[in-house]
């Protein structure tokens, strides 16, 4: 299958469940051509910034153009933005991480879905709802790796509600792979002067979920591109790079691409690789065994 060859629309979902309002939800999905539903295919939910359109970081991210062969779903959050976000409603009002878990439910309904190789990736606030699912005890079960660049993760006191301090995931290890630059304006690497409140430290960030993962932290760091890029990885029991953090020098707010995008100006221009295959590459070395998946 060539590396374009989709067929892409717009689709609408009535979603509700039990646990939140009736609501109509706008989600970008790309099918391959060649899909006709015999054989399960994987999926990755593709988890926009905060005003991004999803067509936009469909752009971004190139998933929908990519080898990767499944389905590759764009959601678009209420407003443009998801929960996780200081701005956004508490979720008594509006719960995202609930509709990710319906709108699933609905593409594994409506497509045959590989259940043990459900992804998915963010940017921005999108990283931060990437960051509330692998904490929350259904979608951790049922997503099998996730990916996050310039993830928006918020401490409790920038939020309406606690949200982030809450980390319950269902199994163990969750398989993380996150991008930040140093120089990032939006989300400050420290977090403690992110303009609209604190967010995690991204270090701290990483080193929680490194012990909540494995309880250890030992990790290894390897220099790219002339020591521009740290990459810090941790390993599962198995060896498995089961948590994978690159540090990106003077990289501002964005997803990493060599490509200029419209957004330069917070993510000051093209940076030194492209994100979208190390994501795929990540995403290709794991998959939940058949009884942890959810149908």
């Known amino acids: 299958m060539a590396s374009s060859d989709t067929v892409s629309r717009l689709i609408n979902y009535d979603v509700h469940s039990e646990y939140m309002r009736p609501s109509q939800r706008h989600t970008l999905l790309h099918v391959p051509s060649d899909y006709h539903g015999q054989s399960a295919v994987p999926l990755i939910l593709g988890l926009h910034g905060k005003e991004q359109p999803p067509a936009e970081f469909d752009d971004h991210t190139q998933f929908s153009k990519s080898s990767f062969?499944?389905?590759?779903?764009?959601?678009?959050?209420?407003?443009?933005?998801?929960?996780?976000?200081?701005?956004?409603?508490?979720?008594?009002?509006?719960?995202?991480?609930t509709f990710i878990n319906v709108l699933i439910d609905h593409l594994q309904r409506d497509y045959n879905i590989d259940a043990s190789r459900i992804y998915v990736a963010g940017f921005s606030n999108g990283g931060g709802l990437a960051a509330l699912l692998a904490g929350d005890p259904k979608a951790s079960g049922r997503i099998a790796a996730f990916a996050m660049?310039?993830?928006?993760?918020y401490e409790d006191e920038a939020l309406k509600e606690p949200l982030f301090s809450h980390c319950h995931p269902s199994?163990?290890?969750?398989?993380?792979?996150?991008?930040?630059?140093?120089?990032?304006?939006?989300?400050?690497?420290d977090g403690k002067t992110t303009p609209d409140g604190p967010s995690y430290?991204?270090?701290?960030?990483?080193?929680?979920?490194?012990?909540?993962?494995?309880?250890?932290?030992d990790n290894t760091r390897t220099l790219l591109y002339d020591g521009k890029v740290e990459?810090?990885?941790?390993?599962?029991?198995?060896?498995?790079?089961?948590?994978?953090?690159?540090?990106?020098?003077?990289?501002?707010?964005?997803?990493?691409?060599?490509?200029?995008?419209?957004?330069?100006?917070?993510?000051?221009?093209p940076t030194y690789f492209d994100g979208t295959p190390i994501v795929l590459d990540f995403f290709s070395r794991f998959t939940l065994p058949a009884d942890d998946s959810r149908q």
């Open 69 to 97: 062969g499944g389905i590759v779903v764009y959601p678009e959050g209420i407003k443009l933005q998801w929960t996780g976000d200081p701005e956004s409603p508490p979720r008594k009002e509006v719960d995202d991480i």
């Open 149 to 153: 660049s310039s993830a928006a993760v």
């Open 171 to 189: 199994r163990l290890p969750v398989s993380i792979l996150e991008f930040h630059g140093d120089s990032d304006p939006v989300i400050h690497y």
């Open 201 to 217: 430290p991204v270090w701290q960030w990483v080193m929680e979920w490194a012990k909540r993962n494995t309880g250890k932290t």
């Open 231 to 269: 990459k810090y990885a941790f390993h599962s029991d198995d060896a498995r790079e089961v948590l994978v953090h690159y540090y990106v020098h003077g990289f501002g707010h964005g997803w990493p691409t060599k490509r200029p995008l419209n957004n330069d100006e917070q993510r000051h221009g």
